[in-house]
């Protein structure tokens, strides 16, 4: 079982690679491989106990279809090679801000109650994670801003519950936001979306 947990790390790395360069490119196959790659992170942070990360990991999935839809919508205003924007709003800001607050304190709670082996890093990655998707899908490029901080969390909680692929995966994912930032910044343009 050891050797298959790490196979599906390993899997999970490498199809989540590419799932950062497609996010970088803005391109919709970045929503099918986040799928392959939720799965799989998912089954193994279940396997380590590290229950917020794994629920998170299905709540990707679904948003991967979310994306998708999105997505295609806003892709179709821009030009080739043009990144899809919408503006961030002060009251998504506020309301982020407030359920990042509250949704950390609730899960710290539920996850010490669960045994989670790691409940705070779990649940700031999680919280921040949750509404990072929810930014990227709506093509804020402030999201990576989210990003930097819950990657930079959840490769401390790896190395801390020892999933070392993933902890690589996951630095991987903290300089890929960093440029991605201001890869979207240089190529965006703001669409008229509803946001």
């Given at each position: 079982m050891n050797s298959l947990i790490q196979a599906i790390e390993i899997f999970a790395a490498v199809t989540g690679i590419i799932y950062a360069v497609l996010e970088i490119l803005q391109k919709n196959a970045m929503w099918v491989v986040g799928i392959l790659t939720s799965a799989a992170c998912a089954f193994s942070f279940g396997v380590q106990h590290v229950w917020a990360s794994m629920g998170l990991n299905i709540y990707y999935v679904v948003m991967s279809v979310i994306g998708l839809y999105q997505w295609k919508k806003d892709s179709a205003q821009v030009g080739e090679g043009e990144i899809h924007l919408n503006p961030l709003t002060k009251g998504t800001v506020f309301w982020s801000a407030i359920a990042a607050l509250a949704g950390t304190l609730a899960f710290v709670w539920i996850l010490r109650i669960t045994g989670d082996a790691a409940p705070e890093l779990d649940a700031a990655?999680?919280?921040?994670?949750?509404?990072?998707?929810?930014?990227?899908?709506?093509?804020?490029?402030?999201?990576?801003?989210?990003?930097?901080?819950a990657d930079v969390i959840t490769t401390t909680l790896c190395i801390v519950t020892s999933q070392y692929a993933l902890a690589v995966l996951y630095f991987a994912y903290i300089v890929s936001a960093v440029y991605g930032y201001f890869h979207w910044k240089r190529r965006g343009k703001v669409v008229n979306s509803a946001s």
């Open positions: 990655a999680t919280v921040l994670s949750i509404i990072g998707t929810w930014w990227l899908a709506m093509s804020y490029k402030e999201q990576w801003f989210l990003w930097i901080v």
